[in-house]
């Protein structure tokens, strides 16, 4: 991302989106988790999970295909895009992304001091 670049509230650049992609695309079994804090992405997380078949690691072909890239791409921006505090998980289970979880946060002030 280029020094100095003003994003939207909400928006999630074109390379960290192409990065975020590219998790999915190696990921076989496991999140990919948005942060979101002040209506920014602040954080991206890989929780993988590699599953063991047959006394050997499990590794299978993602089967995401790259038609299905753009449209997923959107999904994850407009679903993002809701958030001013809180995550966006998506989940990937066999080697395809089979939902996504939104997790919002709301701060509580001025009940017995700041924050929660």
Not at 8 to 35: C, F, H, N, W
């Amino acid at each position: 991302m280029q020094t100095g670049m003003k994003l939207a509230p909400g928006e999630i650049p074109a390379s960290v989106m192409d990065g975020i992609l590219l998790l999915l695309k190696e990921t076989r079994y496991g999140q990919i988790v948005l942060v979101a804090q002040d209506r920014r992405l602040i954080q991206v997380e890989r929780r993988e999970k590699i599953r063991v078949k047959e006394g050997q690691l499990a590794r299978i072909a993602c089967r995401i295909s790259e038609q299905a890239f753009p449209e997923l791409a959107e999904r994850i921006r407009a679903s993002f895009r809701k958030l001013d505090y809180g995550q966006l998980v998506l989940v990937v289970k066999d080697g395809d992304v089979v939902q996504m979880e939104r997790t919002v946060k709301e701060r509580f002030t001025g009940l017995n001091g700041e924050g929660i």
